[in-house]
């Protein structure tokens, strides 16, 4: 596993039903028509699953990849109750001191934030080792709080 995509890639990659990287409006649709049905739940507006396309579309460039929306919901479910789990602290150490270091920060985000994604990584990054100890890495607590601004900047909440 080198993305975040991957931790959700075994559950979640069936949403790209024909498998060519990009997730369609159709696509969106029958899942959520299926997971609507299964669980009871009113189905969402054509206009809201724009939304959700468009939102999940972590690059801004108009076209929804498969990574791009297992990017998104593992920003949603990989972190819980200030809690990383292993096989996504394990995607950003490296090393396997125990330690995120700048150099791994960015690349397990993959493709996010358009034109300055980076810059909102780094930014990130340094914030939050900032606010805690300054030494220019980030343990399992710091982590999950980097990840948790960054789903913030990403996807708004």
């Known amino acids: 596993m080198n993305t975040l995509a991957d931790v959700m890639r ?19 649709k029958q899942l959520s028509s299926e997971v609507s049905q299964k669980e009871g739940f009113a189905e969402p507006s054509e206009t809201q699953l724009q939304f ?66 980076e810059e909102v990584k780094t930014y990130v990054f340094n914030r939050v080792d900032h606010l805690n100890d300054g030494d220019n890495r980030l343990n399992v607590t710091e982590l999950g709080n980097g990840i948790t601004l960054v789903r913030t900047l990403a996807l708004g909440y």
């Open 10 to 28: 075994p559950t979640y990659e069936f949403v790209d039903s024909n498998k060519n990287g990009v997730i369609t409006l159709d696509e969106i």
């Open 52 to 117: 959700t396309m468009r939102l999940f579309d972590l690059n801004q460039d108009g076209t929804l990849t498969t990574n791009e929306m297992l990017t998104s919901l593992a920003l949603d479910a990989v972190v819980s109750e200030d809690a990383v789990d292993e096989d996504t602290y394990n995607i950003f150490d490296k090393n396997g001191d125990g330690f995120v270091e700048r150099d791994d920060w960015s690349a397990p985000f993959g493709d996010i934030g358009g034109e300055r994604g």
